[in-house]
């Protein structure tokens, strides 16, 4: 059984970097056919796909936040990261990774989330 959670620093400010760590119990995340993508809910509204990585460490990326993410894999500690720079307030959101069977956009798993305030 494949596990996520899902960790940040819960409270960012306008303009700075938000890193956000996905960690992966029960399988490895270069696994393959595997991807691994980032994906949030902004309060009222419905799921944004933000970007997904491969088990090889190809990146894919939403065009809508305009270069602002990066999506790396930590095959050390099993972890999936990711930054968005530049945060405003439009990107308080709860922050999920779940498991992409073949970037086909078929999630098995989530994790519970973590949820993301952009305050100063």
């Known amino acids: 059984q494949v596990q996520l959670q899902e960790s940040g620093p819960g409270l960012v400010k306008p303009s700075q970097t938000l890193s956000l760590t996905c960690t992966v119990s029960g399988g490895s995340i270069t696994a393959t056919w595997y991807y691994w993508a980032w994906i949030r809910q902004p309060p009222g509204k419905g799921l944004e796909w933000l970007g997904a990585?491969?088990?090889?460490?190809?990146?894919y990326y939403s065009p809508f936040l305009k270069g602002r993410t990066s999506i790396s894999l930590d095959t050390s500690k099993n972890q999936i990261t990711l930054q968005l720079s530049s945060v405003t307030p439009e990107d308080a959101a709860v922050y999920y990774c779940p498991r992409d069977i073949s970037g086909s956009s078929d999630f098995d798993y989530w994790g519970q989330g973590t949820q993301v305030t952009v305050s100063s």
């Open positions: 990585i491969s088990d090889s460490g190809t990146t």
